[in-house]
């Protein structure tokens, strides 16, 4: 018998063992998925999790800080800006021949502006920030728990080795982008989230979720599955129980998943680890995967995120009151 750590019920559900794949170590670790809430979960969580996280990790190697300079980058900050909403003829005539940025529709929320108080959580070494600041917003910080240090970069940035609750600054924005799923206790965190939010505060939730084709069709090999660091893969229900759970209401959401949950789940199918030399992220040229066989992908992608099938979801959750 487990107990479900999102709805707090007992279930019986059998078992499933997955192994770790990203660096093809090949420990298993048992899930769970809960029957009331769909929430897929670790049974036990490790004591030893840091050791999953090394310097080696994608999020938390060093970053190249040069900042974007010339002509096409002034431009694309025009166009971002217009696409968030700053009124400014440049951006307006870049959206019209190259459309909007896809990270823009994260900031399309009503409230969110270009001086946005901002808190990444899960940022790594503040890769996504750094993007964020040469568009031209200005009140960035990020935290997360793996780094080795903290970070102060030249244009103000500042990401910090620190947990949720040690935050004590008040945000008017939070993102978490694809890290809840890396939390030991949803429910505490997104409480804890809750209290750095100023009242009527938003955030932006990325994440993996399990009602989708992907985990139906490739089941332990499914990518996103991503054991042990991933000790809760929700459903889109589940984020919705969470939510009311912890003083949000569920505002809009979207789908974005992408051609890797086909081509990456593949490789784990024939036993082609991320990191392979083999690997379509590592070395494409050396990949099973035609170029035409990426666009069928990234076609069945587009298709599912259209019905609600795709692997992953943008949720905006708003802080009552």
Known sequence: MNTCRICCKDTDSPTISLREMMFATGEEFLYFQCPHCECLQIQNIPNDLDRHYPSSYYSLAPLETSKPEGVGAWVKKQRMQFCVGEQNPVGALARLIWGCPEMSVWFSIPGVRLGTKILDVGCGNGRLLLQLSSYGFRCLNGIDPYLRQDIAYPNGVTVRRQELNQVVEQYDMVMLHHSFEHFADPVAALREIHRILFPGG??????????????VS???YWVQLDAPRHLHIPARKTIGILAEKCGFVLESLFEDSHAMQFWASEQYRRGTGLRDS?????????SIFSDRDIKQFQKKAKKLNQIHRGDQTCFFLRRKG
């Open 218 to 220: 490739y089941r332990e």
């Open 202 to 215: 938003i955030v932006l939730l990325r994440i993996p979720v399990v009602d989708s084709e992907a985990w």
């Open 278 to 286: 083999r690997s379509y992220m590592t070395n494409p040229t050396a």
